[in-house]
T-cell receptor, first 114, second 112 residues
Framework: GAVVSQHPSRVICKSGTSVKIECRSL??????MFWYRQFPKKSLMLMAT?????????EQGVEKDKFLINHASLTLSTLTVTSAHPEDSSFYICSALGGADTQYFGPGTRLTVL | QKEVEQNSGPLSVPEGAIASLNCTYSDRGSQSFFWYRQYSGKSPELIMFIYSNGDKEDGRFTAQLNKASQYVSLLIRDSQPSDSATYLC????????????FGKGTKLSVKP
Protein backbone atom coordinates (compact mmCIF):
# COMPACT_ATOMS: atom_id res chain seq x y z
CA GLY A 1 0.00 0.00 0.00
CA ALA A 2 0.83 3.74 -0.09
CA VAL A 3 2.29 3.81 -3.57
CA VAL A 4 3.04 7.10 -5.27
CA SER A 5 3.95 7.40 -8.92
CA GLN A 6 5.51 10.20 -10.90
CA HIS A 7 5.57 10.83 -14.60
CA PRO A 8 7.80 11.30 -16.45
CA SER A 9 10.76 9.76 -14.69
CA ARG A 10 13.18 11.67 -16.84
CA VAL A 11 12.79 14.65 -19.14
CA ILE A 12 15.17 16.68 -21.25
CA CYS A 13 13.94 19.96 -22.65
CA LYS A 14 15.21 23.09 -24.30
CA SER A 15 15.63 26.31 -22.39
CA GLY A 16 12.45 28.37 -22.42
CA THR A 17 10.02 25.51 -22.67
CA SER A 18 7.60 24.34 -19.98
CA VAL A 19 7.57 20.92 -18.41
CA LYS A 20 4.72 19.28 -16.53
CA ILE A 21 5.34 16.60 -13.92
CA GLU A 22 2.51 14.45 -12.58
CA CYS A 23 2.32 12.94 -9.13
CA ARG A 24 -0.30 10.31 -8.36
CA SER A 25 -1.22 8.41 -5.24
CA LEU A 26 -2.18 5.02 -6.61
CA UNK A 27 -3.86 3.24 -3.73
CA UNK A 28 -4.90 5.99 -1.37
CA UNK A 29 -6.36 9.45 -1.45
CA UNK A 30 -4.11 12.34 -0.55
CA UNK A 31 -5.56 15.68 0.40
CA UNK A 32 -2.05 16.99 0.74
CA MET A 33 0.95 16.45 -1.50
CA PHE A 34 4.39 17.98 -1.34
CA TRP A 35 6.90 18.94 -4.00
CA TYR A 36 10.62 18.80 -3.31
CA ARG A 37 13.73 19.53 -5.30
CA GLN A 38 17.11 17.94 -4.75
CA PHE A 39 20.36 19.01 -6.34
CA PRO A 40 23.24 16.51 -6.59
CA LYS A 41 24.70 15.58 -3.22
CA LYS A 42 22.41 18.07 -1.50
CA SER A 43 19.51 17.57 0.87
CA LEU A 44 15.83 17.62 -0.01
CA MET A 45 14.37 21.08 -0.32
CA LEU A 46 10.65 21.55 0.11
CA MET A 47 9.27 23.74 -2.65
CA ALA A 48 5.56 23.78 -1.89
CA THR A 49 2.66 22.10 -0.19
CA UNK A 50 -0.22 21.22 -2.46
CA UNK A 51 -3.74 20.91 -1.07
CA UNK A 52 -6.59 19.46 -3.07
CA UNK A 53 -8.99 22.13 -4.23
CA UNK A 54 -7.00 25.09 -2.98
CA UNK A 55 -3.92 27.09 -3.82
CA UNK A 56 -0.53 25.66 -3.05
CA UNK A 57 1.59 27.07 -0.27
CA UNK A 58 5.07 27.93 -1.49
CA GLU A 59 8.23 28.00 0.58
CA GLN A 60 10.20 31.18 0.84
CA GLY A 61 12.27 31.82 -2.24
CA VAL A 62 10.25 29.57 -4.54
CA GLU A 63 8.62 31.50 -7.37
CA LYS A 64 4.96 30.54 -7.58
CA ASP A 65 4.63 31.91 -11.10
CA LYS A 66 7.50 29.78 -12.29
CA PHE A 67 6.52 26.57 -10.52
CA LEU A 68 2.81 26.13 -11.08
CA ILE A 69 1.10 23.57 -8.91
CA ASN A 70 -2.34 22.14 -9.45
CA HIS A 71 -3.99 19.62 -7.15
CA ALA A 72 -7.22 18.95 -8.98
CA SER A 73 -8.15 15.64 -7.38
CA LEU A 74 -7.40 13.56 -4.32
CA THR A 75 -4.98 11.42 -6.29
CA LEU A 76 -3.24 13.84 -8.63
CA SER A 77 -1.02 16.87 -8.26
CA THR A 78 0.96 18.43 -11.08
CA LEU A 79 4.01 20.67 -11.06
CA THR A 80 4.69 22.74 -14.17
CA VAL A 81 8.10 24.31 -14.52
CA THR A 82 7.49 27.28 -16.79
CA SER A 83 10.13 28.78 -19.05
CA ALA A 84 12.69 26.33 -17.77
CA HIS A 85 16.35 27.31 -17.69
CA PRO A 86 19.48 25.22 -17.12
CA GLU A 87 19.56 26.22 -13.46
CA ASP A 88 16.18 24.48 -13.04
CA SER A 89 17.83 21.17 -13.86
CA SER A 90 17.32 19.04 -10.78
CA PHE A 91 15.65 15.99 -9.29
CA TYR A 92 12.02 16.80 -8.54
CA ILE A 93 10.29 14.54 -6.04
CA CYS A 94 6.71 14.56 -4.87
CA SER A 95 5.24 12.97 -1.80
CA ALA A 96 1.69 12.27 -0.74
CA LEU A 97 0.42 12.43 2.80
CA GLY A 98 -1.00 9.12 3.90
CA GLY A 99 -2.20 7.68 7.15
CA ALA A 100 -0.58 8.67 10.44
CA ASP A 101 0.62 11.88 8.77
CA THR A 102 3.25 9.93 6.92
CA GLN A 103 4.72 11.17 3.66
CA TYR A 104 5.17 8.60 0.92
CA PHE A 105 7.50 9.61 -1.85
CA GLY A 106 7.22 9.17 -5.58
CA PRO A 107 10.22 7.87 -7.53
CA GLY A 108 11.22 11.33 -8.69
CA THR A 109 11.61 13.11 -12.02
CA ARG A 110 15.03 14.05 -13.30
CA LEU A 111 14.81 17.27 -15.29
CA THR A 112 17.60 18.39 -17.57
CA VAL A 113 17.26 21.74 -19.29
CA LEU A 114 19.63 22.28 -22.20
CA GLN B 1 14.46 28.19 13.49
CA LYS B 2 13.46 24.56 13.67
CA GLU B 3 16.37 22.30 12.86
CA VAL B 4 17.14 18.64 12.49
CA GLU B 5 20.78 17.69 12.82
CA GLN B 6 22.50 14.56 11.60
CA ASN B 7 26.13 13.61 11.26
CA SER B 8 26.78 13.57 7.53
CA GLY B 9 29.17 10.65 7.80
CA PRO B 10 30.16 8.60 6.04
CA LEU B 11 29.55 5.98 8.69
CA SER B 12 31.32 2.80 7.79
CA VAL B 13 30.47 -0.52 9.43
CA PRO B 14 31.42 -4.09 8.57
CA GLU B 15 28.80 -6.49 7.28
CA GLY B 16 26.88 -8.09 10.13
CA ALA B 17 27.56 -5.28 12.59
CA ILE B 18 25.06 -2.89 14.15
CA ALA B 19 24.85 0.52 12.51
CA SER B 20 23.74 3.34 14.77
CA LEU B 21 22.42 6.53 13.21
CA ASN B 22 21.62 9.54 15.34
CA CYS B 23 19.50 12.63 14.93
CA THR B 24 18.77 15.61 17.16
CA TYR B 25 16.01 18.16 16.77
CA SER B 26 15.53 21.62 18.12
CA ASP B 27 11.80 21.97 18.71
CA ARG B 28 10.42 20.42 21.88
CA GLY B 29 6.93 20.50 20.43
CA SER B 30 7.86 18.00 17.73
CA GLN B 31 5.34 15.23 17.57
CA SER B 32 6.39 12.53 15.18
CA PHE B 33 9.65 11.29 13.79
CA PHE B 34 10.51 9.46 10.62
CA TRP B 35 13.45 7.62 9.15
CA TYR B 36 13.81 7.42 5.38
CA ARG B 37 16.43 5.66 3.32
CA GLN B 38 17.63 7.18 0.07
CA TYR B 39 19.80 5.31 -2.39
CA SER B 40 21.94 7.38 -4.70
CA GLY B 41 19.86 8.80 -7.53
CA LYS B 42 16.60 7.54 -6.03
CA SER B 43 13.84 9.10 -3.95
CA PRO B 44 13.46 8.51 -0.21
CA GLU B 45 11.63 5.45 1.02
CA LEU B 46 10.07 5.20 4.44
CA ILE B 47 11.73 2.85 6.89
CA MET B 48 9.67 3.58 9.97
CA PHE B 49 8.15 6.24 12.15
CA ILE B 50 7.93 6.69 15.89
CA TYR B 51 5.77 8.88 18.10
CA SER B 52 6.34 7.73 21.66
CA ASN B 53 9.40 7.64 23.86
CA GLY B 54 11.21 4.35 23.84
CA ASP B 55 12.02 1.78 21.22
CA LYS B 56 10.10 0.61 18.19
CA GLU B 57 11.30 -2.44 16.33
CA ASP B 58 10.60 -3.53 12.78
CA GLY B 59 12.67 -6.44 11.54
CA ARG B 60 16.35 -5.46 11.61
CA PHE B 61 15.49 -1.84 12.32
CA THR B 62 14.90 -0.24 15.72
CA ALA B 63 13.98 3.39 16.17
CA GLN B 64 14.65 4.97 19.53
CA LEU B 65 13.09 8.21 20.71
CA ASN B 66 14.02 10.31 23.71
CA LYS B 67 11.93 13.46 23.80
CA ALA B 68 13.58 14.80 26.96
CA SER B 69 16.96 14.78 25.23
CA GLN B 70 15.46 15.61 21.84
CA TYR B 71 17.12 12.85 19.94
CA VAL B 72 15.99 10.00 17.80
CA SER B 73 18.14 7.18 16.56
CA LEU B 74 17.96 4.28 14.16
CA LEU B 75 19.73 1.00 14.77
CA ILE B 76 20.27 -1.44 11.95
CA ARG B 77 21.16 -4.92 13.13
CA ASP B 78 23.05 -7.41 11.00
CA SER B 79 23.96 -4.69 8.52
CA GLN B 80 24.13 -5.74 4.89
CA PRO B 81 25.91 -4.11 1.94
CA SER B 82 22.44 -3.39 0.53
CA ASP B 83 21.84 -1.13 3.53
CA SER B 84 24.47 1.25 2.15
CA ALA B 85 22.54 4.45 1.51
CA THR B 86 21.85 7.88 2.96
CA TYR B 87 19.50 7.83 5.93
CA LEU B 88 17.29 10.85 6.42
CA CYS B 89 15.79 11.80 9.73
CA UNK B 90 12.59 13.84 9.46
CA UNK B 91 10.57 15.55 12.15
CA UNK B 92 6.98 16.72 12.17
CA UNK B 93 6.96 19.62 14.58
CA UNK B 94 3.20 19.92 14.53
CA UNK B 95 2.94 22.78 12.09
CA UNK B 96 1.20 22.45 8.75
CA UNK B 97 -0.29 19.01 8.48
CA UNK B 98 2.33 16.50 7.56
CA UNK B 99 5.01 19.10 6.97
CA UNK B 100 8.39 17.62 7.76
CA UNK B 101 11.78 19.09 8.46
CA PHE B 102 14.52 16.87 7.11
CA GLY B 103 18.05 16.46 8.31
CA LYS B 104 20.79 16.49 5.71
CA GLY B 105 21.19 12.74 6.05
CA THR B 106 23.88 10.34 7.17
CA LYS B 107 25.64 8.30 4.55
CA LEU B 108 26.08 4.69 5.64
CA SER B 109 28.53 2.33 4.02
CA VAL B 110 28.42 -1.36 4.92
CA LYS B 111 31.62 -3.13 3.92
CA PRO B 112 31.45 -6.81 2.92
Amino acid sequence: GAVVSQHPSRVICKSGTSVKIECRSLDFQATTMFWYRQFPKKSLMLMATSNEGSKATYEQGVEKDKFLINHASLTLSTLTVTSAHPEDSSFYICSALGGADTQYFGPGTRLTVL
Amino acid sequence: QKEVEQNSGPLSVPEGAIASLNCTYSDRGSQSFFWYRQYSGKSPELIMFIYSNGDKEDGRFTAQLNKASQYVSLLIRDSQPSDSATYLCAVNYGGSQGNLIFGKGTKLSVKP
